[in-house]
């Protein structure tokens, strides 16, 4: 496959491979596409069913740096389609003529978190103004009150000049840096000032040293490898070794039979409509997989702990669909509550390492007993950053960590321009919007093989695998002339390792407003709107799902019926699944 698809070696650092030519960017999604589908364990090979996808778009990339994320995730949602129809087929229902993916709105979809609208007001204008307190409720425990915890997340200079290492404060940078000798109570004037104190720190260690360290105090952390580096180490082999969409039948366990979906309704008519889905996760990728499901029709109760950090302005769009609640696990009756909604869902979402969870009863085998014991199968869906074999699955990571661990930042730093081994994160929370699809579509295939085959499936998405995805030959990179003519269209400013993602976010979206301008208002058409919100009522817009089912009636048409809501907006007693209540 790899010589079907012609690249240069090494442009990019050791292991990247450029495009020697370029094709805009619906086609080359349409190629990407093809790929993957035919990479896919258990994914349709039914030409008159792949035949219906179409893309269209901008011919030319609308995120900076090398790296075709959009061709990958626009290429992912069109798979989500294809599934979606197979599963219309199952309940009786007519197909959509085409499966529709415009590529320049899966590219802002991946700022999917800053691209709304309350009361009328931009979502990052409300944030750049930290105005967000005051509409949503605060559950960041003031991570970023200060810079030196704002710089607690970043990408250092080490002793080695040519190696940089990435460290992450979980949002709560302070006792990391504490662990690491680092003066956190002397006030930083600047954000750039915090980041000089800890590279002060990281310059007299080398990339191993922080490594080290870091595995040993069960800190975030990252040395920032080259394609090379990793796909050669024993975690880089450890995560290729599994697909990269990962549907896993639990043939292991008790038979369950075959269970159809449910009857369905007149007035929703969604691929999805009557799944129940328990989610517990936290910041981005997570929440993706059961936001996707909900725009599929599923109903969806996102479990939240009061006491565990959370971004404040992900409650504007990641909550779409959802109905949430809060509980602590750690207390008897919130965990049985959980075990009881969980009794009765079709999908487990979980976001946490791999061996959390288990000791409180909801792990993979304990819900396949569970299954034994109702004789209905689960799709018990994770993500991580590392995946689930290898010496570091149940290492802790971000986003940050992923990108740098598995070389995308390497590639970006190179890209542009950037001596001495400077790595920069991706622009965008890519990787978590994209872990979160892959979850999404691991899951909607799990749901068509359990009413086919019956059965408990298990499902997991890596952030890791995400970026090792893009780097591959068989995708390709942007060739240095695409990166500067993208440079010299949207007028980014120059792009950092010292940058946080959000400070990356406001960079893209700058450029994206003056370049596309009205076309990201709210009024544009990109917008699904609810006019009462439950952020004080005011009017809420987020950004429409980017997969069009085209040809389905109304009652069948993705999206949302409700708007986001907060975190543990519901009290546990009051939820209780549509059809049961």
């Known amino acids: 496959m790899a010589s079907l698809h012609p690249t240069t070696p090494d442009v990019y650092g050791p292991g990247s491979h450029t495009d020697k030519t370029f094709t805009p960017v619906p ?209 880089g082999k450890a995560l290729a070794a599994r697909p990269f969409i990962d549907v896993r039948p639990q043939s292991h366990a008790a038979p369950t039979p075959r269970i159809a979906f449910p009857p369905v309704s007149s007035n929703d008519r969604r691929p999805l409509a009557g799944i129940k889905v328990v989610e517990m996760t936290r910041i981005i990728a997570g929440p993706v997989i059961g936001n996707f499901l909900a725009s599929y029709g599923a109903e969806v109760i996102r479990i939240n702990a009061e006491h565990l950090i959370d971004i404040n302005v992900m409650q504007l769009s990641l909550n779409t669909g959802k109905r949430t609640i809060g509980l602590d696990i750690r207390k008897s009756e919130d965990l049985d509550y959980l075990k009881s909604l969980i009794r009765d869902a079709d999908v487990f979402i979980q976001g946490f390492r791999i061996n959390k969870l288990p000791k409180y009863g909801l792990g993979v085998n304990d819900l396949l007993t569970m299954a034994a014991e109702r004789q209905t199968g689960y799709v018990y869906v994770s993500e991580n950053c590392y995946g689930t074999s290898g010496p570091y699955a149940e290492r802790p990571g971000w986003q940050q960590i992923a990108d740098t661990a598995a070389g995308s930042a390497s590639v970006q730093g190179r890209a542009f321009g950037l001596e001495n081994g400077e790595s920069v994160l991706p622009s965008l929370p890519i990787s978590d919007m994209t872990t979160g699809l892959v979850g999404a579509l691991g899951a909607m295939m799990a ?104 040809g389905v009636e109304k009652e069948g048409e993705l999206g949302w019926k409700t708007g986001s809501v907060p975190y543990c907006f519901e009290k546990k007693e009051d939820v209780k699944w549509a059809s049961a209540a």
């Open 27 to 235: 086609e080359e999604t349409q190629r990407i596409f093809n790929l993957l589908v035919s990479e896919t364990p258990g994914f349709t090979n039914n030409k008159n069913a792949l035949s219906k996808v179409r893309f269209e778009g901008d011919e030319f990339p609308v995120l900076p740096g090398p790296i075709k994320a959009v061709p990958i995730s626009s290429a992912l949602h069109a798979m989500t389609g294809v599934i979606a129809n197979e599963i219309l087929s199952q309940r009786d229902l007519p197909e959509s003529e085409s499966v529709l993916v415009n590529t320049t709105q899966v590219g802002f979809w991946f700022a999917l978190v800053g691209l709304g609208y309350v009361g009328g007001e931009n979502v990052l204008s409300l944030v750049k103004q930290q105005k967000t307190k005051s509409i949503v409720p605060d559950f960041e425990q003031g991570w970023y009150d200060k810079p030196i915890k704002y710089r607690g997340t970043s990408i250092y200079p080490t002793k080695d000049p040519k190696v940089w290492y990435a460290i992450h404060g979980s949002l709560a940078a302070e006792p990391m840096l504490k662990s690491m000798g680092i003066d956190t109570e002397t006030p930083c004037n600047s954000n750039d000032e915090a980041w000089e104190r800890i590279a002060e720190y990281t310059r007299t260690k080398s990339p191993e040293e922080l490594e080290m360290f870091n595995v040993m105090n069960g800190n975030c952390g990252s040395i920032c490898f080259t394609p090379e580096k990793w796909n050669n180490s024993e975690m």
């Open 447 to 550: 749901l068509r093989d359990r009413a086919r085959h019956g059965g408990s499936y298990h499902v997991h998405s890596s952030l890791v695998a995400v970026n090792t995805t893009g780097l591959r030959p068989e995708i390709g990179l942007y060739s240095p002339d695409i990166v500067k003519e993208n440079q010299e269209r949207f007028k980014w400013a120059p792009m950092r390792g010292a940058h946080h993602v959000f400070e990356l976010l406001f960079n893209v979206c700058d450029g994206w407003k003056q370049y596309f301008g009205q076309n990201l208002d709210e009024d544009s058409g990109l917008f699904s709107s609810f006019e009462k919100s439950a952020f004080g009522e005011k009017k809420l817009s987020v950004l429409k799902p980017c997969v069009m089912m085209v």
